[in-house]
């Protein structure tokens, strides 16, 4: 595997449930990052980790729970979702030097649709 | 705030044509600027970047001038392809805040 992988690309959840994105970067990179891109609106930062930290919450609910093991995977619990969670979920990663000009890879994504 | 401004879409261009999508940009510090690409059913790509005023960047065909005087980061291609539809997104970066901040997208659509 090369670059950023997400798993799984499609998952249908209902608003009971509890599920969980895992994202893995192969790029040897120490932050990574969780995006949201919903129809009709800009990309929005969730969750910014480096070196394993949390560095960023963007006012995201707590429905929503990152978790960062090690600087290689990312994961994004969620439970008790809405339908207007539904979304392309996108995680990125880089390699932070604190500059602006640190570049983001970003993996596929996880189309997640809640019922 | 910072903050990125694309032009609406869709465009729509035949094959061959040449392609300016618009991109402005405030921002409180000197930014990079890049250029994502985001095939249907796919992630973002980086397409291209630039990190200082007067830089261009390019990558396969495609090339933005990072313009300060202008605030602008305009993205050209001389010559499109059908498969270069898709959607594209300028975005910033400034230092001390690691995350991008990305404006609207522009759906691109190449007719043969």
């Known amino acids: 595997e090369t670059g950023v992988t997400q798993t799984p690309r499609h998952l249908v959840m209902g608003m009971t449930n509890k599920k969980s994105l895992k994202c893995e970067q192969h790029?040897?990179?120490?932050?990574m990052y969780w995006y949201k891109q919903s129809a009709k609106k800009p990309l929005e930062l969730m969750f910014v980790?480096?070196?394993?930290?949390?560095?960023e919450n963007n006012s995201v609910p707590s429905r929503f729970s990152p978790e960062c093991p090690n600087s290689s995977h990312l994961f994004l619990h969620l439970h008790t979702l809405q339908p207007e969670d539904s979304a392309l979920y996108l995680c990125?990663?880089?390699?932070?030097?604190?500059?602006?000009?640190?570049?983001?890879?970003f993996g596929p994504g996880t189309r997640l649709l809640v019922l | 705030g910072d903050s990125v401004t694309q032009m609406e879409g869709p465009v729509t261009l035949s094959e061959e044509a040449f392609l300016t999508i618009n991109c402005t940009y405030t921002?409180?510090?000197?930014?990079?600027l890049f250029w994502y690409v985001q095939y249907p059913g796919e992630g973002l790509q980086l397409l291209l970047k630039?990190?200082?005023?007067?830089d261009k960047g390019s990558n396969k065909g495609f090339e933005a001038t990072y313009r300060k005087e202008t605030t602008s980061f305009h993205l050209e291609k001389g010559s499109v392809q059908v498969s270069d539809s898709a959607v594209y997104f300028c975005?910033?970066?400034?230092?001390?805040?690691?995350?991008?901040?990305f404006g609207s997208g522009t759906r691109l659509q190449v007719q043969p």
């Open positions: 990125a990663s880089s390699q932070a030097s604190g500059g602006a000009t640190e570049t983001q890879y």
């Open positions: 790029l040897g990179h120490n932050a």
């Open positions: 980790y480096n070196f394993k930290e949390q560095t």
């Open positions: 921002a409180t510090g000197y930014p990079s």
């Open positions: 630039a990190t200082k005023a007067d």
């Open positions: 975005a910033l970066s400034v230092t001390g805040r690691r995350a991008l901040t």
